[in-house]
């Protein structure tokens, strides 16, 4: 995968993540509202934890790597050179590629066994889930790809990839 489309890939799913938290806020204001007329909508609980929170998690992950927003504690490895903080940088993201496919593998495997079964989760109405199962391997494996071109340019000298996200000095 190109650069351009791995940054692109990983832009696209940031904002349907950003588009899934506007839309899962327009459900609970519309189900509260309709509450207090004694018409609540059936299943919100059920639609926001499936349908909602794990595309918001997931999706965007390889942006949030993109823009270095994950937390790091850099006690340690603040003292040392350049040269050294990319090849950590670039180990640990190897490392975190290796977890986070694994991770991807055993959700896919899983996703796959919720598709045959035809997940439902059960509430005031039954709500088909399993498509949902499917977000997990996404999100974990654009992340893998995005770790992984991470660490060869890190290894390779280029420290833009280094910069700190936009508006990081507001979380710091």
């Known amino acids: 995968m190109t650069r351009k489309a791995l940054f692109l890939s990983s832009n696209i799913m940031a904002t349907i993540g950003a588009a899934i938290v506007l839309l899962m806020m327009l459900h609970i204001v519309v189900d509260v509202f309709l509450r207090f007329i004694d018409v609540p909508l059936q299943a919100t609980i059920e639609i926001v934890q499936a349908w909602y929170m794990v595309p918001i998690a997931f999706l965007p992950l390889a942006y949030v790597e993109k823009v270095n927003g994950h937390i790091s504690v850099e006690l340690v490895s603040q003292h040392f050179g350049l040269r050294t903080q990319q090849l950590l940088i670039a180990a640990v993201s190897?490392?975190?590629a290796c977890y986070f496919g694994a991770f991807a593998w055993r959700t896919g495997i899983d996703a796959m066994g919720k598709y045959d079964v035809g997940e439902m989760a059960l509430g005031d109405v039954a709500i088909i889930v399993w498509p949902t199962r499917f977000v997990l391997p996404i999100g974990c494996g654009l992340i893998v790809l995005f770790l992984i071109y991470k660490a060869v340019r890190?290894?390779?000298?280029?420290?833009?990839?280094?910069?700190?996200?936009?508006?990081?000095?507001?979380?710091?």
Request: cysteine-free; hydrophobic content about 50%; overall charge negative.
């Open 94 to 96: 190897l490392l975190s």
């Open 154 to 172: 890190l290894v390779r000298g280029d420290t833009t990839l280094l910069a700190k996200a936009p508006n990081a000095e507001l979380i710091e």
